[in-house]
């Protein structure tokens, strides 16, 4: 037995919820011992159920009959099972122990095996033994559940538990008809107490009844709780659980002691709540009697509590009655104090809630410590029967709106529920149904005043009372004045105008952008209805949280207007013939628009037991285009090759292995909320071979359009075969719309050959033509000297995975052998596990060592130009399941990601360059699953705020695996979805790991697949291992040359450069370059040679004044950084040089480098040389050289008249020297001119 109760609250669900409510105001209602009104003999009980414990059918995780347990992630609860220790009769039971309490009690449970009752009315009975350890009391709850209902609430009760073991013998719970052939489930929820518990002996009766229950009374109106005290003596309720509940703070000076079961505190029935307060504590709330709490669903009522109450005491004590927030730390709403007299007296105290208490618990507490005395309390009664304000009576009804009137909103006869508004917590929105400043032509108009912008426009919204269309043959016109002031200029004053399906969950129906003005302005939406939205309720909403700002609108109406029709044709003559198609790309062997027929497209069905509607082509499935493919299927087959669509016939000519792509766009419409996510099945089937079936994937679908890409193998046994593609839709209901499927066919290269004809893709993608000119400091070509020009580092990143030595775990002298080793064959490096969030912070905000470590290592790469560097930031929950980000809830998850995400990019500026945020999203989805999707997308727009200098970039493994349906095809139509949805998606991370053998075939088609997204691509922790050295080598080899050589390629990073003993076993083949004594291995040489040797540039060449190359050092180089040398004599002018791609190249496509070299200019401070134009004649060149030998002559003259005979030569004095600087002749073109 227990306490009557009827009150409301939010549990498992909403249909739980109501279930919930409605049995305990059943039990309220019901007469006194008619609770169990069908009881039966003992010799009538048949067990159906019974759990020990003893064998692994009862706890073994992989039997059907197990013990299951869920949880939510604020708190913390662990299954023990079998366990000695929660042992009863046998010699294991269960222990449930809940470390850190829950905000619910059934956000921790366990679940027992379903029962399915066979007839249409019985009773059961659960039995078993308990205990608890930890507090005084607790009070779990057991639950009988319908699970074929959404889990619909059946029956069930509070159990109060203590120290020492118990048999617990449940109330009956009775099935109806409704729950016949239903699997109903048992669960115990135990979360809101931190304790543990002891279970053993669990059995399941079932008990006959003879004839139905009777039928139950109809539940009051408007009655939110109801507490009686029937029900007999209950000294343990739980507190905070389905009955009053006395409290006295622990440590206060005073005294109260109650009974909750008092016959004389009975007011009508048997018993009653009686307290005594026998000392007076310092505060009143010291000592109470708390209420159950009750819902808060409409704060436009007034809630109003009831009781009966009396009290003995002089003087005569006044209790303070006090309402509080369950939700909001019980902070205070309101109270009032009651005088309370010697007599039975009915006391009514109301409680009026703001708006935001809207969908709050709202407790009730008696404060009694305050007042010496006797308390007799009974029949507490909490109802909302009455409006706060009741709506005033209009003067006259209006007139009746004209039959095509489907809605009409004009503020002026505004009644209560014709405007609902919604907003989130982290902005603020005011809603003023009637007001005058909002008025377009009468009285009032509808004002919205977004005061505070909100992160997303839906998050604030204003909708109307719901329409109910009378056909889905008709269209409908919503037509409605409005104007906007805001402060987001014409992107803030266009909210959107929504239609929601009121039947269906609210799902969107139609969106519509209204660029809004400062000036009224009409605005006209139509809107069209498919036939399974018929009987259905139509919501108008407005979006309006993107902008602070002022919303106004008024004379909203929607009519009923006539079915929309397709325009006219041309009137005749008028026509234009048609453009021809476009043509194919190369490879396209046939491309289906369906723009003027059905593309010998054909549908079948193989079952009488769903319906479906197949339209090609349809203007409702165009892409691109006019028209589509459209298919409705309102009644699934459940299996989805019983409804297929016979895509057109492709036969291989070619006599080799083939690569057939099917690339389609695609979308999908639920038909209802509630439906499963619909997909589509592609299967290729061999018509040769007696419809056998090759391959076979399911794609899975979007609302909004999306490119997809399918790809089959196709052998040399398949060459003259007709391959049939099929699209199977039988699965799921849905309106499905298809358009440009294309069909593509790439013939598999040989891999050796490909490999073979690697040195000229190299030379096409990877190098250009440069001339260097060298200068003078007055700007003139060097013509003369040797010059020399060396690659110093490759414009193309080849790095290798570090470690700072805080996570690598090694001495400082291994630490840096192995940066050494690195810098000795790489010039880049990637963070892959450093700034993964599990290593980074193990601990909320604790990040100093990580960020000390990072930034040594940051140092040494800066001082050996590796700058910048890559990382990886994280994983979606999957590598350390027990870190702190894993034990949250999604909000909490959601905003230290960001603070994370900003804080870490931020402190290390441009040192890092490329970012993997989002590593593994195809296989790890623990975060995905449990927050959705826009984390993920949020991670990466975070990342884009806070570095956006970075390349931000994903990371998948598996990509290359040489399987026929490989994920290649799944990563490339999430990384379009990803662009389509504006995820700021910069680059495509490929992690490479092979256990053995390279296929080249296989890694240049999955390259190929992605390089279709024309994003650069990044090989990522490159690892080859399971091979002997020389074997690892010559794949090594053979893998850099296919990814140096692919145009889609970018960078490469391998993933372990050491076979670190500590992680590698003793004689394995280990993926490093270093054996685990740190030897070098073949690989390591193999390395070398290439980037050292055959992709390496090293010119030598002596300047001339001659021919083309005059003044010019001519080379084919790799884009990268040189070093240059310029000698001439004793000068010398050296330095480096970039020889970077044009601009104009695209770096995504082949383009053969331009035929014309790209000058490269390099100034040395060196004095010039003379020089004379070449355009001057021969006489002119012959009378300047008469003319300075003349002058030569003369000034000798005079030299050697002023100068004493012994100082002449040959006289024995000292010879004397005179230079004469002369300054060249310019000209007006430097580049015509030869040097003397």
Not at 421 to 426: L, P
Request: proline share 8%.
């Amino acid at each position: 037995g227990g306490a009557n109760i009827y009150m409301q609250r939010r549990t498992i669900g909403a249909a739980t919820a109501r279930a919930w409510s409605a049995w305990l105001l059943l039990a309220a209602l019901a007469p006194r011992g008619a609770y169990a009104p069908w009881q039966v003999a003992e010799t009538e009980k048949r067990l159906i159920l019974e759990v020990t414990f003893e064998t692994s059918k009862d706890y073994e995780i992989t039997s059907p009959y197990a013990v299951r347990g869920w949880n939510t992630t604020e708190g913390h609860m662990r299954l023990t099972v079998p366990s000695r220790a929660a042992r009863h009769g046998g010699e294991f039971g269960l222990a449930v122990r809940v470390d850190r309490a829950f905000d619910k009690n059934f956000h921790a449970q366990f679940s027992l095996p379903h029962f399915m009752p066979r007839v249409a009315h019985s009773a059961y009975q659960l039995t078993f033994w308990a205990k608890m350890l930890g507090p005084s009391s607790a009070t779990p709850e057991v639950t009988f559940m319908d699970v074929d209902e959404n889990y619909d609430w059946v029956g069930g009760a509070p159990v109060a538990l203590s120290g020492e073991w118990q048999h617990i013998a449940m109330q009956p719970v009775s099935t109806f008809p409704k729950h016949k052939n239903h699997e109903i489930g048992i669960a115990f929820l135990v979360g809101s107490v931190q304790a543990e518990y002891h279970f053993d002996d669990i059995q399941l009766m079932e008990l006959d009844v003879p004839s139905p229950p009777p039928p139950a009374p109809p539940p009051p109106p408007n009655v939110l709780l109801w507490c009686d005290g029937e029900g007999g003596p209950n000294p343990k309720h739980g507190p905070w659980g389905s009955w009053p509940w006395a409290v006295v703070s622990e440590g206060k000076t005073g005294a109260m002691s109650w009974d909750l079961s008092s016959a004389a505190a009975a007011h009508e029935g048997t018993y009653g709540y009686e307290l005594r307060v026998a000392q007076t504590f310092d505060k009143d709330w010291y000592a109470m009697l708390t209420l159950p709490p009750f819902l808060v669903t409409d704060h436009q009522r007034v809630y109003s509590l009831t009781f009966w109450a009396k009290a003995s005491a002089n003087p005569k004590p006044r209790p303070h009655i006090a309402f509080q927030d369950e939700d909001n730390d019980y902070a205070y709403i309101d109270g009032a104090y009651l005088q309370l007299s010697a007599i039975w007296h009915e006391y009514t105290v109301q409680l009026v809630v703001p708006r935001a208490l809207r969908g709050h618990n709202v407790i009730t507490n008696l404060l009694l410590g305050s007042y010496t005395g006797t308390y007799y309390f009974d029949e507490f009664k909490v109802s909302n029967a009455e409006h706060v304000q009741p709506p005033p009576l209009p003067p006259s009804p209006p007139p009746s709106p004209p039959p095509n009137v489907l809605l009409r909103f004009d503020a002026e006869a505004y009644e209560i529920g014709a405007v609902n508004s919604q907003a989130w917590a982290e902005g603020k929105m005011h809603v003023v149904p009637q007001s005058q400043l909002a008025r377009h032509a009468g009285e009032y108009g509808l004002l919205i005043e977004v005061e505070r912008p909100f992160e997303i426009d839906w998050h604030a919204q204003v909708s109307f009372r719901p329409f109910s269309p009378p056909d889905v043959h008709h269209g409908f016109v919503l037509s409605f004045w409005a104007r906007a002031f805001t402060e987001g200029g014409a992107a803030g004053g266009a909210p959107k105008l929504v239609f929601h399906d009121a039947d269906d969950s609210y799902v969107t129906l139609k969106k519509a952008v209204v660029p809004l003005t400062e000036d009224w302005s009409m605005f006209q939406v139509d809107l069209a209805l498919p036939p399974h939205r018929a009987g259905h309720r139509v919501v108008v909403a407005f979006w309006v949280g993107e902008a602070r700002g002022t919303y106004c609108v008024d004379d909203v109406e929607v009519t009923m207007t006539l079915p929309f029709e397709p325009p006219p044709p041309s009137p005749p003559g008028s026509r234009r013939p048609p453009a021809p198609a476009p043509s194919p790309a190369p490879g396209v062997l046939q491309l289906l628009l369906f723009e003027a027929g059905d593309e010998d497209v054909s549908s079948e069905t193989l079952a009488p037991n769903g319906t479906w509607a197949v339209s090609i082509p349809d203007a409702r499935a165009a892409h691109e285009g006019a028209k589509g493919l459209y298919v409705e299927v309102t009644r699934p087959w459940g299996v989805a090759q019983l409804a297929q669509l016979l895509l057109p016939r492709y036969v291989p000519h070619a006599d080799r292995e083939t690569l057939l792509h099917i690339a389609f766009y695609a979308k999908v419409e639920k038909l209802r909320a509630t439906d499963p996510d619909p997909s589509v099945t592609v299967a290729f089937v061999d018509l040769h071979q007696n419809d056998a079936l090759i391959a076979i994937e399911e794609v899975p679908l979007t609302f909004d359009w999306q490119l997809h890409y399918v790809v089959i193998d196709l052998k040399r046994e398949h060459v003259g075969h007709s391959i049939r593609p099929y699209l199977y839709l039988g699965r799921h209901a849905g309106i499905y719309a298809f358009d440009e499927i294309e069909y593509k066919e790439i013939p598999i290269e040989d891999g050796m050959e490909w490999i073979q004809s690697a040195p000229e893709r190299i030379q096409a993608h990877r190098m250009a033509s440069f001339e260097l000119s060298f200068l003078d400091r007055d700007g003139w070509p060097i013509d003369y000297g040797a010059a020399s020009v060396r690659l110093v580092r490759h414009d193309f990143p080849f790095g290798v995975s570090l470690q700072t030595r805080r996570e690598a775990g090694l001495s400082s002298r291994d630490h840096q052998w192995l940066l050494r080793a690195a810098a000795a064959h790489f010039w880049t490096g990637t963070l892959q596990t450093q700034l993964q969030w599990s290593h980074y912070e193990p601990a909320p905000g604790q990040v100093q060592d990580a960020r000390a470590a990072t930034e040594e290592l940051l140092r040494w790469a800066a001082e050996n130009r590796w700058l910048p560097l890559s990382a990886s930031l994280f994983d979606g929950g999957h590598s350390d399941a027990g870190h702190w980000s894993n034990n949250v809830a999604c909000k909490e998850l959601t905003a230290h990601l960001h603070e994370r995400v900003l804080r870490d990019l931020r402190s290390f500026g441009g040192a890092f360059g490329r970012y993997e945020v989002w590593k593994d999203s195809l296989r790890w989805r623990d975060w995905v699953e449990r927050c959705g999707e826009s984390l993920m997308h949020s991670a990466y727009s975070w990342a884009a705020q806070a570095a956006p200098q970075a390349e931000l970039c994903t990371s998948e493994s598996g990509i290359l695996s040489s399987l026929t349906l490989t994920p290649a095809e799944a990563y490339h139509n999430s990384l379009w979805d990803l662009r389509a949805r504006g995820v700021p998606v910069q680059a495509i991370g490929v992690q490479a790991h092979f256990d053995g053998e390279v296929d080249a075939s296989t890694v240049k088609h999955r390259l190929d697949v992605l390089r279709e997204l024309r994003m650069p691509v990044y090989i990522t922790e490159l690892t080859i291992s399971g091979l002997d050295p020389a074997q690892q080598a010559y794949e090594l080899e053979k893998f850099l040359r296919i990814a140096f050589s692919h145009e889609a390629v970018a960078g490469i990073t391998l993933g372990q450069l050491w076979d670190d003993p500590r992680t590698t076993a003793a004689g394995a083949n280990g993926p490093g370059l270093y054996t685990a004594g740190k030897q070098p291995k073949p690989g390591a040489e193999r390395v070398d040679s290439l980037w050292r040797g055959e992709w390496h540039t090293e010119v030598t060449h002596e300047m001339t004044s001659r021919g083309r190359e005059a003044g010019l050092l001519p080379l084919e180089a790799f884009y990268g950084t040189y070093a240059y040398e310029l000698r001439h004599g004793e000068q010398l002018c050296a330095g480096e040089v970039e020889l970077r791609r044009e601009a104009t190249v695209q770096p995504t496509r082949w383009q053969p480098h331009p035929p014309r070299a790209t000058l490269v200019t390099v100034q040395c401070d060196w004095k010039g040389h003379w020089r004379y134009p070449i355009w001057a004649t021969p006489a002119l060149i012959a009378s300047a050289s008469v003319g300075c030998l003349f002058a030569c002559y003369r000034k000798r003259a005079e030299l050697t008249a002023k100068t004493p005979a012994r100082a002449r030569p040959g006289l024995g004095g000292r010879k004397s020297e005179t230079r004469r600087q002369h300054q060249p002749l310019r000209t007006v073109e430097p580049v015509d001119e030869v040097s003397i």
